[in-house]
């Protein structure tokens, strides 16, 4: 019985290893430079998900904020309108998540918002309304892979590759505004 104490949590780990290295070949740098464009463009930045991946967004957020960037997490009683010189990043692995599909064609299509989408259907309806796309690689919750699901259930891989590569973008956008985690500091939150 002893020996089969974190079996699974090794799968898990070596699941999440191949996930990076697949992410490391598979990412397309044209949409992230592109993206990365669009965050530096916008007055102000809004993310975006649910669930888990609404988790995510906000990590992002609150990286964004110690980066210096004016953003706001959709649903919060404390963010402002979202106007046409804005960016509305959404995380959706489906790309179908029915509240992030309605927000987005209201900011694109009625206020006339820059869209980004991080997905891994390029054919969804995120990805074909958004001005951006990077796709991410990953089982989704509606895949059925039983080896997997046992031990990354639903939306598991998506999500953690959307962290891991959005953190990843943190340490690029650090990088090009010459910022070091001493800068990031002075952002942080104090009253925690």
């Known amino acids: 019985m002893q020996q089969l104490v974190g079996a699974n949590l090794l799968k898990f780990l070596d699941v999440i290893s191949d996930q990076i290295e ?9 949409q992230v430079a592109e993206f990365m464009d669009a965050i530096e463009r916008a007055r102000k930045i809004f ?3 649910a669930g888990r991946s609404g988790f995510v967004a906000r990590a992002f957020a609150m990286r964004l904020m110690h980066l210096g960037y004016d953003v706001y997490v959709v649903g919060e ?22 509240s992030v599909v309605n927000i987005s064609r209201k900011a694109k299509e009625e206020i006339g918002s820059t869209l980004a989408a991080i997905t891994q259907n390029e054919n969804s309806t995120l990805a074909k309304m958004s001005d951006i796309v990077v ?3 990953g089982k989704n ?29 943190i340490a690029e956008l650090m990088s090009i505004k010459n910022l070091t985690e001493k800068d990031l500091e002075r952002r942080h939150a104090v009253l925690e």
């Open 22 to 30: 697949n992410l490391k070949k598979s990412i397309d740098m044209r």
């Open 47 to 49: 993310v975006m998900g």
């Open 141 to 169: 919750k509606h895949q059925r892979d039983e080896a997997l699901s046992s031990i990354a259930p639903l939306g598991t891989m998506f999500e953690l590759t959307a962290l891991i590569f959005l953190d990843g973008l």
């Open 77 to 98: 009683t404390v963010t402002p309108r979202i106007g046409e010189e804005d960016l509305l990043i959404t995380i959706s692995g489906s790309g179908e998540t029915t």
């Open 135 to 137: 796709l991410l690689n």
